[in-house]
Structure formats: structure tokens, C-alpha cells
């Protein structure tokens, strides 16, 4: 098999964006059970954001290449791999190393990409879109007819949490910044401005509390998340982006986070706390991987269908990653910035 030589991302350390680092790596050959993808796209999210400054939760040692997703094409496969695979389009998720131009990856880890999408809007509902389908469907169990608040309605994964609770018959609140306020509306949710007095515009649009809220940003405002909730009604917490900027070990404002969540579900108000992560159940990493094949197959089936848009916010070659991370973290897109190998 010809040798193919990988170009990557290396993160080197706690450093600026402008510290990424391009190196190429030869990879081997796909052994048993694997396969040989050429990358089309690979995203960036906040988790990169947060292994940049070493404040990801369980992120490897320093250096590795980040990367949390993929979308690209099978190029190559272990020779016990049907050869029906190669020139298939597929997505995979990866936590890490999905920053390259090729990966060697397990065959059962691979999700087809229907065709009609291509690899940069694939890429945008991978770990977004199956992150959003079970915390909607899976831990909230959100049901037509219901109300939920979507904290960063804007981002990545609220987009596309607000897009498919829409496709769900569900009403959504979202927050954002004034500047996306029309892209929020233009979505399906009712825009709340998140620099005002939220909890007092959630509740004069509910009045009763809402059935479901999802927060990534974690730190004091957790309190108010908790407090809108309507009676049976469920918090999910996803993240801490509150806290991403402060001193001190990583994972003291995930601990204070959980103390608090198992505090609440300790009291009896009828109401659900819950923490979120998308890796919880790797212990059982047949069932894990049933559920990731079978919800993202559902993402991306109503994206086929056109009943959920992809939120690009631009598309901007690999080895160019020091801008996109910097565009990542402005705080000013709306959806997810791609990185695209070969362009």
C-alpha cells in the first residue's frame, strides 16, 4: 500500500492560536477492522477552545492534534473490511487528532453522510448535532407542544438544538447578543436578549416556567436556569463556558457544577438537574456506539430532508487553524467555523 504522509494540527501546549503548530506524520496502514480516511472537514469547538488553554476536563497530555469530529472519504481498508467502503462518504467522532488530511480510524466508529450534504455541512451536526438530539430527545425527553430555553441559541450546538426541537414541535427561547438576534428569530426561536434581564423575559414569554433548559455557560447563572424551570421541568447543563477564562485547576468549576446538580436533584421540587456529556456510557462501547450510528443517522436524515440547515460559519483551510481558532473564539458567528483540509 502506498505510504500516505498526514498533515496535522499540533497543539503544543497552553498557547495563543498563533502557537498551533502544521506537521506531517507518515500514518501506517489500516490494520484489522480499520479504514484509511482522506478528511474533508473537521470543526472547531468549544472543547478545542478549552484543550488550548488546558482547561478541557479529560484532555490528553500536551502535545497532541485536536480535533473532535470528522467528515471525509475512505480511501483505503484493512483487508478484512469490505472494499464496498472506499469512496464512501462517512462522519466519525473523535474527541481528538480529527485536525488532519487523513486519519486511520475503526470502521464500526463510522456514520454514513446521506448524499446532498456536503463534507463541511455534514461536519457542522456531528458532535453538535448528536450532542443537541440527546439532550433533547435522550436526557430532557422534551415532547411536541412543550417550551424550552436554549442558552447561545447561536452557536453551534444551539442552532442546531433550536432547529431540532422546531422539527419536534416544540417551542424554543434562545438566547443571544442583539447582533443575532434576526438569525436566532430566523431559526424558529423567540429571540431573548442575554446581556438584559433574562430571567425576567423568559418569564413574561412563560409565565409558568419552561419545560426544558439548556445551559452551557454554568457559573452563577445556573441558579437562574434552575429557577425558570416550570414544575417536572428539566435542566441540562452541557458546559462551564462561564468559567473558561479563570485561574486554577480545570476542573474545580465542573465539580462545583455536579456538587450543585446533586444538590438540586436531592431536593424535592419535582425538578431535574442534569449534567451532559457526550461520553458517558463509553463503558459499554457497543451500546455507546449503537446510540451515536442511530442518533446522528437521525440528524443527518433531516438534513437530507432540508428540515435542518447547516450553520457554516466559514470554511477555512487546515493549515490556516491559528485564524480559525481565533474567529472560533470572537464570539461573532453564528453556527461553527470548518476547517478544510486541501483548500
Partial sequence: MTTTIATEIVLPGKVEPSGLRVAERVLPAPGAGQVLIRVEASGIS?????????????????????????VGTVTAVGADIDRNLIGRRVAALTKTGGWSSH??????????????????????????????????HRTANVRAGQTILVHGANGGVGST??????????????????????????????WVDYRGDVPAQVRALAPGGVDAVFDH???????DSFRLLAPHGTLVSYGTAATKNDEGNSRLPVLRLFARLLLWNALPNKRGAHFYNIWAGKRNAQRFQKRI???LSAVFGLAASGDLRAQVAARIPLT????????????TVIGKVVLVPGE
Fill in 320 to 331: 490556516d487553524a491559528a485564524r480559525a481558532m481565533e474567529l472560533a473564539e470572537s464570539g
Fill in 293 to 295: 450510528i442511530e442518533d
Fill in 46 to 70: 468549544f472543547a478545542e477552545q478549552q484543550m488550548r488553554r488546558g482547561k478541557y476536563y479529560d484532555q490528553p497530555a500536551y502535545p497532541f492534534v485536536p480535533g473532535y469530529d470528522l
Fill in 103 to 136: 486519519v486511520v480510524l475503526d470502521a464500526d466508529e463510522l456514520v454514513r453522510v446521506p448524499g446532498g450534504l456536503d463534507a463541511a455541512e455534514a461536519e457542522t451536526f456531528v458532535v453538535n448535532g448528536i450532542t443537541a438530539w440527546q439532550m433533547l
Fill in 217 to 223: 455557560v454554568g457559573g452563577p447563572g445556573i441558579v
Fill in 161 to 190: 438544538l433550536v432547529q431540532l426541537a422546531r422539527a419536534a414541535g416544540i417551542r424554543v427561547i434562545g438566547t443571544a447578543s442583539a447582533r443575532n438576534a434576526e438569525a436566532v428569530a430566523a431559526l424558529g426561536a423567540t
